[in-house]
Each structure stands twice: as structure tokens, then as C-alpha cells.
């Protein structure tokens, strides 16, 4: 447990020893990995197993090493500390090392240190400590009533593949070019123009060496002897499946993206939807002068850009979303790779198992989200904000429909990424525990999916999203829309489906931006937040979708409305700030979480008007999703009451009040997500001219005395006003405070100012972060930025010199160090025990205090052994941060033995063990 950054902050110093000349500058070293020892022993600032502060290059790193490699994936590797976010860090080449500069550090509180992706633990067993006795297998839902139409079926249409290889293209911030490069999947014989849908797939790793097994790498550009892996040629069969109902189809190769987007402040989806752009602009070329395109597309029919899906796996589908945004609302020439206008229009997008770190949604475009029940790369299913996120930003007339495929991992919807299949070594992403196998997702597991069936279950519900965004088949939205109807060509699946958006009128909604709702017999939760108000307590095992954290460790404005019975008939009852109108609607949709493998609970639904007339809509049941410890199944069921008895009771639809369910089961928790007016249909869709806003970062040096004042720099384009939530973080304790800001024309806008005291003490960078996400009426490219205040004052000096370098037994040993300057971060010294030379005796185990030793070894050797052969022989000290000085001691026992005089020698090192400068001595002599 690290008890704050400024007990571990380690500087890079000048070093000269005392009486002897320097030879050169030496970096002051790192503190070693644990153990090790101090003067004064500190056991509650002692390093997690597995992490260090390291120096490198003349900087310093909090660093972490995995037992073995870490795959490259798409959920982003962060380090936190008591749950907030300490920072990015960069991988290391061997796959197991993960090293975050100190001066990016993002949080000045370094306590309870933890490596995440998605919200699952790295550097701890999956489920550690959580499980008692081999838990049941879940059961499976039962399967849904057949759809009106199997958009799974192959079409009519035979197909033919190419594949064009462009030249590369240079985007910003990324120092090596990315290539452009398609797989085009084409169908034979097709008339007229014929829509096209893009692939793109997510983050992988992207080289290989052919003939060895797991040798793989995340360069860019590959290694001589490697080959790149083709991570694009993985959705071939999705293609052929499209191209046999008349799409042309291309999927495009990201590994240049892949192999630099560890330093985006993104994760990459500006560069990748300025790739899938350069593509589309390539596809307007060809279409256009179509003797001008590559022999692949020349193949197949001519191209009808008005009508384009984009489909995008994990980190792919983010990418999909920003070249929707892009296209629509103009992103900063300065970030953007693609800088012509756009020619296209992109009529929906789908996203499989993706990521979404902006947590910044296009409301106005169709989307459909596949959600792998047992996804173990982004785990924590964040996708599901591409539908929750999109609620009351804008018309609400675009259906966004997530789509729960239960035993469905991460890798497996691309071939190249799945074992057996794929040309280049390939893994099962869901995490491996052979001593405990998950009863729900473990391969072999009665409910997971095979890898043909989970490829299979992906391809039907692409085709449906083309079916219904770009064909306008609407009795295809029952496949989709929560109305629990199942595609044939998905089985033996069990696929389950909610949205909001569509034909779905006013609602209730526990983060309705009219104003707070009024909760009894419940209580409004925060989605994220540390304590009481989550929604999801600590006990309760597993995570949801809906609760996926974006940024602050608090997210204001972000609830859900949770009910907690111990009997029968506690009714909850949510009460809007102003009566809506549900006239014209059929029912009432209601999306709503129960437990995992919870069974049979019922509700009765009632509502009222402003008058207080009472009217009881009907029933419903819900179960719990399948799902275990190790998954994110507190995912919501949508169910529907209809609205008949409303108006048989003669309530007034036009100002419905109050909505109520009343438990029927003797016990149980449930969410309310929210609850709608619906009707069936699916609505055209046009995008409203929302206000863009993209948040930039400013580099400041810190200067030497006084204040500046700073302006963080955002950008806000657009004619229509608009509201965000915004978020400044306070860069001592990482803590966030938000508030809600208008901005657009006519209002005050973003205007965040930032003191930079500037001093003449060495220190870390300080970021000012501030954080932004849409209310209403925005998009958010760009969702983090704000100042750098850049430490520009020199390294201070530091010099060691003996206090007490010759003592009688019992007495310490003692060296101070001291700084020529104080510092604003505490300054290390590194000593390593050496041989003594000359033939003299050398201080032993016996000879020193056993607690002291205890730290520096394992176990006591016994017999006593020389100190410089122990095996861990490493001695350091700090210079606390505004202090000049601190000693290295080497406290020493008086014992009965008669002996001559016996030495210590140290050999200052740097973190890899170089020497820096000569050695020096300490030497005791016998008690008389």
C-alpha cells in the first residue's frame, strides 16, 4: 500500500560523493523493487508485487510487470489508485511491462495501486477470494418466438473478393504512416447502385513471425522477419453474408493506428475515423470516375454512397462512431486526417463488443450495440452508453438498440482473431482459471458459444442493422427494439434486445434534464460514484453495463432508480417535475435490471395523472440475466404494459404524472433505467444541427514566482445552443467537481481558468484536467483536455557525506544526503552492498538490527552470512519533498563475540544496478 504519490515520487539527480571529484553527471537512482531497506523502516509504504518506480531516460516511471504477457487488446490498460484514475501507461515491448511517466500522473493519492482494463483487475486473479464452492451453471433464457423475417439468410446474389492496397496516409500525432488497405467482398450481377457497408476492426496486435507459435508484437511498421496480421481479413463470411443481399462491402486494415494509439489521449478513434473517412472519400472518387478505381471494386457494382453502414468491433466501433461525427459535424482541421468534405451518408452503425472512453454518442444516426455476455478484453461491456447515452441530447427519433448475446466472447465475431482460424497466433480472450473454470463462459461451458456459432449470431444481426437502417425494412425492428423476437440464422444463441429512441415518446427518464424526479418507496442511484449512492454496492457480485465509469469517480446527472423490497407490495413510485403527454402512444416500454439468475419477479405497473387518477397498466415479469462473478449481467430487460386501461379509466393522457411498480415477489432489488410512451414504426431520421464541442490541452512552463492565469482552450462550432456537464480536476487530490454549462452561440460557453503558481523548486508536470460530456442539444469530440504546467527549474545537486562512517558495535552507521536546492518531490538515493576489498572482514547478518534486515531479505540466513551476499542487497533513502536533507543509516548490535574491526561497502547504482561514482565505506569496531 502506497500511502501518497510524494512517499514514492522518484527524481533523476546530479550525484557527487563526498571527497571525491565526479567523474560526469550521474542519474539519481530509482528505488528497487521490494524488498528492500531504509533507515527508518516505513512497513505501509511498501510497493503492491509487481510494481516499481523506475528511471529510464533520464525520467521516472511508476511501473508495472505482469507475471506473464498481457494480449494487446481494445480495453484501455489504466492505473488506479483507491478507484480514480491515476493515468495511461505506455506498454513496454515485452508484453508484460507498463510504465507511466510520474509527471503524468493524474492524482496526487498513490494509495491502494490497481492495473485495470474495463473495470476487470489485472494484477489480481479474476474472482479472487470471491468464491467458496463451485457455483452452479446459470440457466439459460428461453428461446424467443421466431421474427417475422431471417435476415440471417443468404441473398440472391453470388459475390466476388479483391483487395486494394493504397498508399499510406499521414494522420496527426502519429509519427509513422498508416496504411490503406481493403478487403472488398462485392456481390455479382447487382443493378443499379447498391449500398455499402465499411468494416472496421478493433485493437489487436499487429505482427507476427510465421511458424512461431505466440510471437507477436504491437510495431509499426513490422519488424523485418514479422509479417502484418490481417487483422481486417476477419470478417469475410459478415461480407459474403451482405454481399449476397446486394451490398458491396469493404473492411480496412488499422494496425499503423494500432501500433501508435497507446499515446492518443483517445485511444485512437479521432485517427481512425479520419482513416475510415480517407476510405470513403476514396469510394466517392470511384464513384464518380469509376475507371479510376482499384481492379476489387471495379468488380462489383457501382457504389450508392447516400447509403453507407458502418460496422466497427471493439475499439473499431468508436471509431465508427467519431467518422459519423466527422462527417457531420466538423472536427478541427489541426486533429483531423482527412480534410476534405463529406461525400457520403452513413444511414446507421453498428458496434460489436465496443469501446467508448469519450462516452460520446452521435444521437441523431441509428446504431446497434452487441454486447458479448462473456467479454473478457472490454469487460465491462461499456457499449451499452451508446444507447443510454444518446437519451434526451437531441429528437430521440433514432433507434439505438443494444443486443445481449449471451456466451459470446470478445475475439471470436473476427476470424483472424480466433484460434483455429485465424493465420497468426490467436487466444480465447475470457480469462483463464483452469483451477476454477466459470460455469457460464469457460469454453466447453453449457452456455457458451463456439466460435462458428458466435461468428454466425454477429453476421444475422449486421444484416439486420443494414436490413433495417439502410433498407428500411421495418419488420425488422422487432428483431431489435426490445419487442423479444429472435433471428432463426442466430440459433442456438440466446439473444437479447432493449433500446430507446425509435418511435418512443416522452418517458420517464431519472436523469431527465427537465429537472429531478421525485422518488419514494425507492431511491435515485448515481451510476458512478464511490460510497452509498451507487447503484452497485461492493457486495454485490458481477458489474453492469449501464454503470460503466467514463472519467470522474462521481458522475453527476447520470441515475438510475433502485428498488430494495423485503415483502410484498412496497410500491415505488417516481414522480416527474412535469406531467408529459403519452397520447397516441400503444404502451408503455419499461427497461429494467434485476439480478443475475434471479427468477420470476413480477410487478404490477400503474400510473397517474396530475389529478391523481390512478389507473393499473398491467403486470410483468423479469429474470435476471445468466451471468457469474466474472461478468457484467446486471443488464436491463425491456418489458411493455399497455396503455388500454389508461384510458379506460379516463386518465388524462396528456399530463401523465406518476408511474409506480408495486412488488408482487416476497423479496428482490431491481433498477429502473426508464420507462417510455411507445409505439411501433420506425421513424425517419434527420440530425439535427447540434453544437460541437472539442477540449484542448495547453503546455505552460511554470515560470519562477508568482501566478498566471491560463484559459483552457476549447473549441465550440455550430449555430444552435446547447448544454454540457463539465468536470474540473483538481490536480492535488484528483477529485472532480462538475457543474452544467451552456454553450453556443448566445451563451457564456466553456471558460475554465487555471493558476499556475510558479517557484524555483524542482517538480513533476502538474495537469489541470478538465473532463466534458453532452446534456443537450451537443456531440462531444474531444472529451479531455485542459493545462500542463511544465516543472522548468533544474534537477537539484545531491552530495552524501559520512556522519558516522567509523563506530563501535550497537552504534549506527550513518550517511547524510543532502540537496543543493529543496525540492518539490522527494529526491532518492540508491545504495547497493558490495564485496568488501582488500581481504578485510565484512560486516555480517549477525551484525546488524533484525528487524532492519528483515526488510532487506526474505528470510535471516542462519548461519549469518557477509552483507554484500544476501539477496537483495539494495539500501535507499529519500529527501522528503520540501526538506534538504536525510540520512542513510545502518543500525549495528552489540554482541559477546570477540572480533576485529569489520567493514560495509556501498556502490551507488542507478535502477538496472550501473555504477554511479566510486564506492564508499563504513567500518565498526569491537565494544571494548
Known sequence: MIRGRRAWATAIAVLTVAGVAPTGAYAAPAPPEIPGATATPQPGDALPPGWRIAGEDGQSHLEWRAPEPVPMGDARVEFRANGELVGVPEPQDDGRTFRLPMDEVRTADLGGLAVEAAGRRLDEAPGAGARQAKPPAPKLPPKLPAGAVDPGKPGKYATTTGEYNLASVKLPGFPAPVEMRGVVVAPKKASGKRPIALFLHGRHSTCYIPGKNEETSGDWPCAKGSKPIPSHRGYLRDQKLLASQGYVTVSISANGINGQDWNAEDGGAQARSSLIRNHLGRWADWAAKPSSAPAAVRKGPKTDLSRVLLVGHSRGGEGVNRAVMDSLYKPSAAQDGYRSKARWKIRGTVHIGPTIFGQNPVPDVPSLTILPGCDGDVSDLQGQVFTDGTRGVSRGKALHSSVYMVGANHNYFNSEWTPGQAQAPANDDFWREPESPDPLCSPGAAGRLSANQQHKAGATYIAAAARLFVGGDDRVRQLVDGTGRRAPSADPARVLTHAVGGNRGAGFLPDDPRGALKVSGAKLCDAVAPGRTACLSERDPGSSPHFAQWRPEHEAGRRAVALDWKKPGTVARVTLKKPVSVKGAKSLALRVAVPPNTRGTRFDVHVKDATGKRAKLGSVRIDGLPGTDRTTSYWAR???????????????????????????SRSGKAWLMDAWSWQPGTPAVKAAPLARVDIGRLTVKEGDSGFRTYQVPVRTTGKNAGAVRLYVVDPETGKSAGRLVKVGPGTAGIKVKVKVEGNKRYGWDKPHDILVKAVRGTVIGADAGGVIAVNDDPMPKVSIKPVTADVTEGAPLTWRVSLSEKADIEIWALAQLVPVTGG????????????????????????????????????WTTV??????????????????????????FQLTDDEGAPLGPPFEGMVRDAP
Open 638 to 664: 425491456e418489458v411493455r404494459v399497455p396503455l388500454t386501461a389508461a384510458t379506460r379509466a379516463k386518465l388524462n393522457l396528456g399530463k401523465i404524472a406518476s408511474l409506480e411498480l408495486t412488488p408482487k
Open 840 to 875: 578485510r572482514p565484512e560486516l555480517s547478518t549477525a551484525d546488524v538490527d533484525q528487524e532492519w534486515l528483515s526488510q532487506l531479505v526474505e528470510r535471516i540466513p542462519n548461519p549469518a552470512v557477509p552483507l554484500s551476499k544476501v539477496e537483495y542487497g539494495t539500501l
Open 880 to 905: 522528503p519533498a520540501g526538506e534538504k536533507s536525510a540520512d542513510l543509516t545502518v543500525p549495528t548490535i552489540r554482541d559477546q563475540v570477540k572480533e576485529p574491526a569489520e567493514y560495509v561497502r
